[in-house]
């Protein structure tokens, strides 16, 4: 019923930014919780940044605090993640999700609807 596509990866240099975009399609996403996660090869999926349907609460992982901000436009039917002073470490391809149960959940199998991912890559 939801289709998710990110946009907005590519190759930057550290300490450069990023805008990472997920649009949504098929129906609203205005009363869905949203998270973005990210995978390097070799490696489970992680948690990277959450936001409540009604955008008062946000989360993220201890690495990306200071650094990286989550938002949406619900008008837009659009979730953003924000990324600054990227790092090395943050090279991984990206992934957005939504659920309308997900609550602040960190896990993936709380997502039901999963974008096809894009690549940040991070050169030192």
């Known amino acids: 019923q939801v289709q998710l596509v990110e946009s907005g990866g590519g190759l930057v240099q550290a300490g450069g930014s990023l805008r990472l975009s997920c649009a949504a399609s098929g129906r609203s996403v205005r009363n869905y919780d949203m998270g973005w996660f990210r995978q390097t090869p070799g490696k489970e999926r992680e948690f990277v940044a959450y936001?409540?349907?009604?955008?008062?609460?946000?989360d993220y992982t201890e690495s990306a605090k200071g650094r990286f901000t989550i938002s949406r436009d619900n008008a837009k039917n659009t979730v953003y993640l924000q990324m600054n002073n990227l790092k090395p470490e943050d090279t991984a391809v990206y992934y957005c999700a939504a659920d309308p149960l997900a609550g602040r959940s960190s896990r993936q199998g709380s997502y039901n609807y999963w974008g096809q991912g894009t690549q940040v890559t991070v050169s030192s």
């Open positions: 936001i409540a349907w009604d955008t008062v609460i946000t």
